[in-house]
């Protein structure tokens, strides 16, 4: 079945940079655009970030636009978020999911990489 592992997360401070990553298996990887998400303390969950199957296109949300860098490798099976220019309001728990703009329920399989921004 799908397995998805995100790792990474930690404390950084306003300003700081951290790399989450996500393993992913249980499914032709290269084949799936793959998705990142948070959910933030008191809130619902935001679609931050998503990449097409071979890397040729990106989305981000307009909060993270310029400061946060989708990529994959296929050949790992992995997908990635760098965040740069870290702000208090990106601590949340972020999620990667399969798909572009994946449901709900999609997004919560996984267990998540906690990401706190604070000084």
């Known amino acids: 079945q799908v397995q998805l592992v995100e790792s990474g997360g930690g404390l950084a401070q306003p300003g700081g940079s951290l790399r989450l990553s996500c393993a992913a298996s249980g499914f032709t990887f290269s084949r799936y655009a793959m998705s990142w998400a948070r959910q933030a303390p008191g809130k619902g969950l935001e679609w931050v970030s998503a990449?097409?199957?071979?890397?040729?296109?990106?989305y981000y949300a307009d909060s993270v636009k310029g400061r946060f860098t989708i990529s994959r490798d296929n050949a790992k099976n992995t997908v990635y978020l760098q965040l740069n220019s870290l702000k208090p309001e990106d601590t949340a728990l972020y999620y990667c999911a399969k798909g572009w703009r994946p449901l709900e329920a999609t997004i919560r399989r996984g267990q998540g990489t906690q990401v706190t921004v604070s000084s």
């Open positions: 990449i097409y199957s071979d890397g040729s296109y990106t």
